[in-house]
């Protein structure tokens, strides 16, 4: 079994920061990439950033220069750091990681975490 355990969510004043952990815990061989995704009501989920196991990030357009994605490859862990924060950001975060199960499968299964609600007042 995978588990996708997600912390660091909350409520803010906008301008403050936050940030996300997420830790792949559970049987599989390696991640190929792990990310996170957000969706606010009556929005779709979208993309907020992704790091792949090589270290390359990805950032959506919204929140260049103000998230930052980060790894702990030692911990299965991806974490997501959220400042200048605005109240268009409040949505709920959901960890994304695309596992390995298999020594000679290369590519990986998408697993979600339960998502964890980030608010940013006004």
């Known amino acids: 079994q995978v588990q996708l355990v997600e912390s660091g969510g909350g409520l803010v004043q906008a301008g403050g920061s936050l940030r996300l952990s997420c830790a792949a815990s559970?049987?599989?061989?390696?991640?190929?990439?792990m990310g996170w995704y957000r969706q606010a009501p009556g929005k779709q989920r979208e993309l907020v950033a992704s790091?792949?196991?090589?270290?390359?990030?990805n950032y959506a357009d919204p929140v260049k220069g103000r998230f930052t994605i980060s790894r702990d490859n030692a911990k299965n862990t991806v974490y997501l750091q959220l400042s200048s924060l605005k109240p268009e950001d409040t949505a709920v975060y959901y960890c994304?990681?695309?596992?390995?199960?298999?020594?000679?499968?290369?590519?990986?299964?998408?697993?979600w975490g339960q998502g964890t609600q980030v608010t940013v007042s006004s």
């Open positions: 994304n990681a695309n596992l390995r199960q298999k020594i000679y499968i290369k590519r990986g299964i998408d697993y």
């Open positions: 559970g049987s599989f061989f390696a991640i190929n990439a």
């Open positions: 790091i792949t196991s090589g270290g390359t990030t």
